[in-house]
């Protein structure tokens, strides 16, 4: 069955970085879009960053852009999440999910995820503080 497995995360100073890794098992990237999401208690979860299968279009949201960036691997199954000059307002829990099939055609697919997607991994906690 489709799993997801996140790693990577851990307690970096304001400024520095970090790199999430997120193993998947039965899902073809090539086929299947995938992104990573964040959670603070209390809050919403909100998209941090989403890669589309299709065409390889990355979207961010507006606080990350410029700092983050995603890539994967198709071959080994990896998708990461390099996160460059970190902000304390970066402190959360990060997940990786899985969108469903066709769920990509929408252009907004990243930013309102909800109900599109088909399987969350479990999360890896990322603190960022001085």
């Known amino acids: 069955q489709v799993q997801l497995v996140e790693s990577g995360g851990g307690l970096a100073q304001p400024g520095g970085s970090l790199r999430l890794s997120c193993t998947v098992s039965y899902v073809n990237l090539d086929y299947y879009g995938i992104g990573w999401f964040r959670q603070v208690p209390g809050k919403e979860r909100e998209e941090v960053s989403c890669?589309?299968?299709?065409?390889?279009?990355?979207y961010y949201r507006d606080s990350v852009k410029g700092r983050f960036t995603i890539s994967k691997d198709n071959v080994r199954k990896v998708v990461y999440l390099q996160m460059d000059n970190l902000k304390p307002e970066d402190t959360a829990v990060y997940y990786c999910?899985?969108?469903?099939?066709?769920?990509?055609?929408?252009?907004?697919?990243?930013?309102?995820?909800?109900?599109?997607?088909?399987?969350w991994g479990k999360g890896t906690l990322v603190t960022v503080s001085s």
């Open positions: 999910a899985t969108f469903h099939a066709g769920a990509e055609y929408r252009s907004d697919f990243c930013a309102n995820f909800d109900g599109y997607i088909h399987h």
């Open positions: 890669i589309s299968s299709i065409d390889g279009t990355t």
